[in-house]
């Protein structure tokens, strides 16, 4: 492996990583605050990238489209917390696992209602759809740049608004302890609904800023849920900080892995993870 | 954890028995030219009935939730595909007790590891191992892949040289998969009335009071997952024998999905209601699928419903029988307002013993 | 009481899963067709289509088969092999269907196999492609309309070092399908004195295709052969452009790469090469003929698909005619269906004694968004089945 090949795996690795995190990032915050399992997480994804598709060709533009993609799945989120997730709070982890199992069937069914089967794209919007040239016969959209930086700004942003805001500190206090929030008269109600609505925004919103780096098909959420839930645990359930990494480990193990362990690619992101729960059962940064 | 249920439990779970045990005897009458694919079918019921009791062990009784236990189901399933011979049968007399051993060794594995997690990340962990499995069965090249394996003949039951039990035959598979329910049952309610099953329960209400007390819980916990894991390869290995086939997707975690919503459909923490949710849920999928192609919306509204107007199952509704009080208390809309769920001890698993009707 | 309720319930809910579909099968019943389709998740285009194609022939032909009604039995496969035997249990035993057919996906495609050879039940598969249906499990009442892995891909060997290369990466996901198609390439293609530089698996159905572009990238091949479809196709061939490799590598493909998909993929997919045994734009007036019908019927173009279902239709069709309509006899009827030939849309169609298709495979290209077709990469081309005995 030489430097060159090194750098350009090291810049897929760290894109895809960062995408992660995006995706895992609601299901990270709704875990730890509001101690939702949310299977449908994958669902969302996928959601956000049919509007995207969806309104691209109504509105013509693909900003347009994610301009209005963004209230939708707000309102999705708003929708499935107060109709469902309200009864589930104080109940055992399994039925939150069952109801949003229940939801994936129905979102999954629901997308092949309203847009059938068939595989979708949305081309590279304008502005980025240059590249530079990496090697001598390998170019990097600079559309996913674009990306990249989409991504780190708003774990930054993120990151502020927990560090401090007054928001932020009751979202730490909630991962920590629930209870005391609610004994703070803090109207927990209002935060929940909140936080699973930006939850859902934020992997929808995943989905749409992918949707022109990857192909819209029926069962795209599914494949990401299950890697999305592996860097949850990883980093660390409920910590920001913890899925920020836990993103670019899986990132980079995915990418490294299929190059150095082709034999293992399929595995490795499962072993790391029963490896870090063995040495920390409660993830990297709990 | 219930010890003692009211009577109607035993008398109606021995009626819907003795129902399904003659089967051939009404079978043929109620369902015509239709009577041998209803076997089939019912003997497919009582291999996932086995499938959701074992795995009422570990949610129900011990409070593990596990998103992997289709591991073990096809585990079962790829051990018997794999040890047996290509040409001829293999004896059922070593195949059973090697798929329970391999089953063990892995529960003992896998268990030892997973058992030192709580809560959520027990959830996630068992998930990890169930895909660790379902990847390496893909992708290896002795499993046959994602196509799957034949087993080209089923075990037999001999006894120098003749055969008692011609488990091609499905009436005797039929009997042989009911027997296997029966013997299930009654293991894991003498399992849960015993000394063990005390100090699961007990770990399951407070596992640091347990703990406080004195109790290795790990140990029991593990001894639990073993045994759990044991019995989902059987049930798995009875899969595989039915139509003599094995494919990775008996591993993948949407079967782990499946059979925990059978689980709650029929009533967690009760062993027998296990068996009512594995009748439902193939009941249930059976009838959408002949109404529409889009089934799994129906199924997706019938999960969502059970799990908020049902929490305790249909073994719940026969233990504790909603009065004709309570059930003009309860309109479907006070589910969707908030602040008057359940108590959610109550909901979690079922609480005391209910009050007899007179 | 509650408990008599409850039972009468049951007994009524199995009732109506099972009411559907008549016991008899006296001859002026209508002739039972059991699908075993995909019709929800990822396959549930090519489950479309392929019922679109069959419902499109029949229904030329009067709605009649061998002059009796048609009546279709729809079973979504799920596209879930660990379902596959008991769905198509359902389908033989429970609703007593003359035929079945399906499925897509080939791991389904084994389930059914199993019940196929214990009830003796006629199938035709009009997709999954995986070889051993017509080879190692053949039997007597298994028919496929579609393609084996290899045959597809085994042409594009040849036509590869034809076109001057010599050194090849393939690419495909770690399934049993898409190994089964990249060894159909990789064996005429070394046969021919090509050299592989690497085979490169990526674990099944990632579409995250980077890591492995910067590996083609180092490798530095003369071509690179790939296999995937659906979405992952899309992706590939998207990253693939997307990534500049396109201007220095030739992209060669299964056809089932851009199938379908043309206008997803779009500019991405000018100039990639790939063999199929279909391609839209072939200039024959049997395909001329057939664009037109299912345009004119479902507003859509036709893909591979639709001409699988189609051609399953047609050989029913012609099968039931030289039966009259008598199903009765069974080897009678695989007789019937074993001497079909069709003058199908992809150009002439026998069966092989394995019951397969002997077909062409078309080298096509895409340009301006169509898969035009440059030539004959095969003609008549017959799998191996020196495995089947029957």
């Keep these: 492996m030489d430097l060159a090949f090194f750098s350009v795996q090291l810049l897929n690795g760290l894109q895809y990583g960062l995408l992660l995190f995006l995706i895992a990032s609601g299901l990270t915050l709704i875990f730890g605050i509001m101690g939702i399992i949310n299977l449908a997480h994958g669902a969302m994804y996928m959601i956000g990238a049919y509007l995207v598709y969806d309104l691209t060709f109504r509105l013509g533009s693909f900003w347009l489209a994610i301009l209005a993609a ?22 055992d982890h399994l039925y939150q696992v069952l109801l949003t199992f229940g939801l994936i069937l129905v979102l999954n069914e629901a997308q092949r209602i309203i847009w059938g089967g068939d595989v979708h794209s949305v081309p590279v919007p304008e502005l980025f759809s240059g590249r530079i040239q990496l090697t001598d016969n390998l170019q990097y959209s600079h559309y996913r740049l674009f ?98 990494w836990g993103a670019i480990l899986i990132g980079m193990a995915e990418t490294f892995g299929s190059v150095l362990i082709p034999s293992l690619a399929s595995m490795v992101i499962y072993l790391i993870m029963a490896a870090v729960l063995l040495v920390k059962p409660r993830g990297l940064f709990a | ?125 068992t998930l990890a191992f169930g895909q660790m499995l379902y990847y390496f069965v893909s992708t290896s090249r002795h499993t046959g892949g994602t196509d799957g394996v034949f087993i080209m003949f089923r075990p037999s039951v001999e006894v120098g040289g003749a055969v008692l039990l011609d488990l091609d035959n499905p009436l005797t598979f039929f009997y042989v998969c009911l027997a296997m329910v029966v013997v299930g049952y009654l293991f894991l309610r003498w399992l ?167 | 009481m509650k408990t008599t309720v409850k039972k009468t319930a049951l007994a009524s809910l199995i009732g109506a899963g099972l009411a559907i579909g008549g016991v008899v099968n006296a001859s002026d019943d209508p002739v039972k067709l059991g699908l075993m389709l995909p019709y929800t998740g990822t396959y549930a285009a090519l489950g479309e289509a392929i019922t679109n194609g069959l419902e499109l022939a029949i229904a030329r032909h009067g709605d009649q088969l061998g002059g009796r009604s048609v009546e279709y039995v729809k079973l979504d496969s799920e596209a879930n092999p660990s379902r596959a035997p008991q769905n198509m249990s359902r389908l033989v035993r429970g609703d007593n269907v003359d035929f079945v057919i399906g ?18 039940a006629i199938t035709i598969i009009p997709n999954a492609g995986l070889g051993a249906a017509t080879n190692e499990l053949c039997m007597p009442n298994v028919f496929r309309t579609s393609f084996s892995m290899w045959q597809d891909s085994y042409p594009m060997g040849k036509v590869a070092y034809d076109r001057g290369h010599r050194r090849v990466v393939t690419i495909t996901w770690d399934y049993a399908g898409g190994k089964e198609d990249i060894a159909g390439f990789e064996q005429a293609f070394t046969e021919e004195g090509g050299e592989i530089l690497q085979q490169i698996l990526v674990p099944f159905p990632s579409t995250e295709f980077q890591s492995y572009l910067a590996q083609i990238g180092s490798l530095r091949p003369d071509a690179v052969y790939t296999f995937f479809a659906g979405g992952g196709g899309v992706s590939f061939v998207r990253d693939y452009a997307a990534s500049g490799l396109k201007d220095s590598i030739q992209l060669l493909g299964s056809g089932f790469l851009t199938d379908g998909n043309l206008a997803a993929i779009g500019e991405a997919g000018e100039g990639v090469l790939t063999t199929l045994h279909y391609a839209e734009t072939l200039d024959t007036p049997q395909n001329r003929a057939f664009v037109e019908a299912y345009q004119a019927a479902y507003g859509d173009m036709p893909d591979t698909y639709a001409v699988q279902g189609y051609d399953t239709g047609m050989m029913l069709v012609q099968a039931m005619e030289a039966v009259g309509g008598d199903t009765s006899d069974q080897d009678r009827l695989i007789t019937a269906l074993s001497n079909i030939q069709l003058d199908s849309p992809r150009g002439p169609l026998a069966f092989s004694d394995s019951h397969h298709p002997i077909q062409n495979v078309y080298l096509r290209e895409i340009r301006n968004g169509r ?20």
């Design chain 3, 103 to 120: 499925p897509v996906h080939s791991g389904v495609a084994m389930g059914m196999l199993r019940v196929a050879q214990q009830t003796g």
């Design chain 2, 1 to 125: 954890m219930l010890h003692t249920y009211p009577k109607r439990v035993v008398v109606i779970m021995l009626v819907l028995t003795a129902i399904v045990a003659i089967f051939p005897l009404w079978g043929p009458a109620v369902f015509g030219a239709q009577s041998d694919f209803m076997m089939e079918k019912m003997t497919l019921m009582l291999i996932l009935a086995l499938f959701a009791m074992s795995l009422d062990l570990l949610v129900g009784i011990v409070g593990l939730v596990s998103l992997g236990h289709a591991l073990f189901f096809g585990l079962g399933a790829y051990t018997l595909a794999l040890a047996s011979p290509a040409f001829s049968p293999a004896a059922i007399w070593w195949m059973a007790p090697l798929v329970m051993l391999v089953a063990a060794l892995a529960a003992l594995v896998v268990g030892f590891l997973v058992i030192r997690t709580r809560g959520i990340f027990f959830i996630m962990t």
């Design chain 2, 192 to 358: 849960t009335r015993s000394f063990f099953g005390q100090v699961l329960d007990g770990i399951h209400d407070n596992e640091h009071r347990m703990e406080a007390l004195g109790y290795a819980t790990g140990h029991y916990k593990l001894v639990a997952f073993v045994i759990s894991g044991v019995m989902a390869s059987l049930a798995g290995m009875l899969a595989a024998m039915q139509y003599g086939f094995a494919n990775p997707s008996q591993l993948g975690w949407h079967t782990s999905g499946e059979v925990l919503m059978m689980l709650i459909l029929g009533g967690m923490g009760t062993v027998f209601g296990p068996i009512l949710g594995a009748f439902a849920y193939e009941i249930l999928q059976h009838t959408f699928e002949h109404l529409t192609t889009h089934w799994p919306i129906l199924m997706g509204i019938t999960i969502i419903l059970a799990v908020l107007i049902l929490p305790r199952g249909i073994a719940g509704l026969i233990i504790d029988p909603p009065s004709r009080a309570s059930l003009a208390k309860s309109s479907p809309l006070r589910w969707l307002k908030p602040g008057r769920a359940a108590p959610a001890s109550e909901a979690v698993k079922p609480a005391a013993p209910a009050p007899r009707e007179g």
């Design chain 3, 371 to 390: 898969h035009e077709v440059v030539g004959i990469a095969h003609e008549n081309l017959e799998v191996p089945d020196e495995a089947c005995n029957m």
């Design chain 1, 70 to 91: 963004i209230p939708v799945a707000i309102a999705l989120g708003l929708i499935i917390e107060r109709l469902f997730l309200d009864t589930l709070y104080k109940r």
């Design chain 1, 147 to 244: 990306v990249m930086g989409v991504c780190l700004a708003l774990a930054g942003v993120i990151y502020w608004v927990i560090r401090h805001t007054r928001l932020g500190i009751i979202i730490r206090a909630g991962a920590v302890n629930r209870d005391m929030v609610e004994g703070l008269g803090i109207n927990v109600r209002t935060l929940f609904t909140l936080i699973f609505s930006v939850g859902v925004a934020l992997t929808a919103f995943a989905g749409m800023i992918a949707a022109p780096l990857t192909s819209i098909a029926p069962g795209m959420g599914d494949s990401i849920l299950i890697t999305c839930f592996v860097v949850v645990v990883i980093g660390g359930i409920g910590s920001i900080k913890g899925a920020f």
